[in-house]
């Protein structure tokens, strides 16, 4: 009984912290039209053996890192594992990354990359300074 009564306590106060309702999450670039930080579309990205980090993976977008340079990548619908993605590995026939290319997803780290390949459509530009740039230039509220 004792248990019950803990387990009834943790699960309350678990709920309790709960939040409302989340932001729909963004799941392709049309969601990130208004956002300050997508940037002008990228035809090819040279750097694809460079790639360094990832983030921001939802189920048809991620952004690729190499140094300081960040690209959304868009993805055909159907890439489910691209959200839960623990590695990505890119697949380009040159040594560009261009839509028509992949990404390569692990969903584990160990996991192979098998056949987790989802087809760029489109890549663009990302500032992760912009939305912060925006929020400073706005004048405070008196």
């Given amino acids: 009984m004792k ?5 009834l306590a943790a699960t309350v106060a678990l709920v309790s912290c709960a939040s409302g309702p989340a932001e729909p999450r963004k799941q392709s670039l049309a969601d990130y ?3 300050p930080r997508l940037g002008e579309e990228a035809k090819r990205i040279c750097f ?8 921001l993976n939802e189920r048809r977008t991620v952004v ?10 868009e993805v055909t619908a159907g ?3 691209l959200e839960f993605a623990e590695a990505i590995a890119v ?8 839509p028509g290319d992949a990404i390569i997803v692990a969903r584990t780290l160990g996991d192979s990359f ?8 489109e890549m663009r530009e990302w500032d992760e300074k912009a939305k912060k740039a925006e929020t400073e230039a706005a004048p405070a509220a008196e």
């Fill in 3 to 7: 248990h019950v009564a803990l387990a």
């Fill in 33 to 35: 039209a208004d956002d």
């Fill in 48 to 55: 694809s053996s460079n790639i360094d980090g990832f983030s």
């Fill in 64 to 73: 690729l890192h190499e140094g300081r340079d960040r690209f959304m990548v």
């Fill in 79 to 81: 890439c489910p594992d």
């Fill in 91 to 98: 697949d380009s026939a040159t040594g560009c990354l261009t």
């Fill in 114 to 121: 098998g056949n987790n390949r989802c087809l760029i459509t």
